[in-house]
């Protein structure tokens, strides 16, 4: 197994990419810290599905929009697990709003979820990595969107924008302390975020002639990846995005 023994907080873990994410670290071994508002249910379930596999879950109420609230998910995998090893800010949200009907509330809303959980966290985490004085892994869930506009959706777009720099930053900042910090870009995943496009047939159609691998991602498919970014074979890579986007945004219709 790639990440026998190590500790990882996946934000947004209980639903989505985050929970295809949680269970991948923890089929690789990893015990695992995941935050939940709003169902409690949905996290025990998962921690469930996390010992089933023979490891350790542990579910934090928390509002990772809240820098003390990131501090308790840090502090409560000390406690429970002794340590962390990886830090994985995943929870997004978005609102499929224009740069001309975007409300100042939907935009402190996504940017506070989407960037600043993400700096918080990657702040909180490196203090914690950098006390424990043998490196680390950041990976934050950005999106093909944090360079590649999504009309109709401005805030998140230039939220993941942010995440993007924030990448490329801390990883030149923290590769002395042995952390690296990784970038994941999605392209379309089965996720609730996207129930809209899937329940809407010729929506579908359009999305899936798009991407050259012909459909959406599976949430397992982005979970695979993370997983061997969190690991040993993956020690060079930082400050950087990988891509995982069926090749969508390099499509062409050859004209
Ligand atoms: C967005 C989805 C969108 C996908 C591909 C994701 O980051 O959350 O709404 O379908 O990118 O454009």
Redesign the pocket.
């Known amino acids: 197994m790639l990440l026998s023994g190590k500790v990882a907080i996946v934000t947004g873990g209980n639903s989505g990419i985050g929970k295809s994410i949680a269970l991948a670290l923890a089929a690789e071994g990893a015990n695992i810290v995941i935050d939940y508002i709003a169902d409690p249910q949905a996290t025990e379930d998962l921690e469930g599905q996390i010992v089933a596999l023979g490891d350790k879950a542990i579910g934090v109420e928390a509002d990772v929009s809240k820098v003390a609230e990131l501090q308790k998910l840090v502090d409560t995998a000390v406690a429970t697990f002794g340590r962390v090893d990886i830090m994985v800010n995943n929870a997004g949200i978005?609102t499929r709003t224009s740069v001309l009907d975007t409300t100042e509330e939907q935009y402190e809303k996504v940017l506070e979820i989407n960037l600043k959980s993400a700096f918080f966290g990657t702040q909180i985490a490196a203090k914690q990595m950098i006390k424990q004085g043998d490196g680390g892994r950041i990976v934050n869930i950005t999106?093909?969107?944090e360079d590649w506009p999504?009309p109709g959706?401005t805030a998140?777009c230039l939220s993941k924008g942010g995440v993007r720099m924030l990448t490329r930053t801390a990883g030149v900042e923290l590769g002395p302390h042995g952390i690296t910090v990784v970038g994941v870009g999605?392209?379309?995943v089965a996720t609730p975020?996207?129930t809209a496009?899937m329940n809407d047939p010729a929506a579908m159609k359009t999305?899936d002639a798009a991407i050259p691998i012909g459909r959406m991602a599976q949430p397992a498919e982005i979970g695979g990846v993370v997983a061997f970014l969190a690991s040993d074979g993956a020690s060079y890579l930082t400050a950087t995005t990988v891509f995982v986007d069926g090749g969508?945004m390099h499509s062409s219709p050859g004209l």
Do not use: D, K, Q, R
């Open positions: 978005e999106s093909v969107h999504m959706n998140y999605p392209g379309a975020i996207n496009t999305l969508i």
